[in-house]
């Protein structure tokens, strides 16, 4: 049986890996992709300790999660249609220029 800390290792390192691409890339889809990593080392925590207490309100709130990060990517996809078609490109740089 796996204890929770291989659990928590796990997630850990997931998210340091969407956090670094969230601090790192200028590219609109690996930062929507890197966001989603996030969201996931989030859903393994939340799993891993409704498995080690024994309840389901962890993976209810799991569920939660997945329904925000598929709102997210629909957001996040019109938000890269707009920057693509306006700038020829997905650099999240170029929207400073959007302003009034």
């Known amino acids: 049986m796996l204890t929770p800390q291989y659990y928590l290792i796990l ?7 969407g956090l670094f691409g969230v601090l790192t890339r200028r590219n609109a889809l690996l930062f929507l992709m890197s966001v989603e990593l996030m969201l996931n080392a989030a859903n393994i925590n939340l799993i891993a300790f409704s498995y080690l207490w024994g309840n389901i309100t ?15 990517v629909a957001i996040g996809i019109g938000i890269i249609l707009v920057l693509y078609r306006n700038f020829d490109g997905v650099d999240v740089t170029d929207a400073t ?4």
Not at 11 to 17: G, K, L, N, Q, V
Not at 58 to 72: I, P, R, S, Y
């Open 97 to 100: 220029t959007m302003k009034w």
């Open 11 to 17: 997630s850990a390192a997931i998210f340091c890996t």
């Open 58 to 72: 962890g993976q209810t709130f799991g569920l939660f999660v997945m329904a925000l990060a598929a709102a997210e």
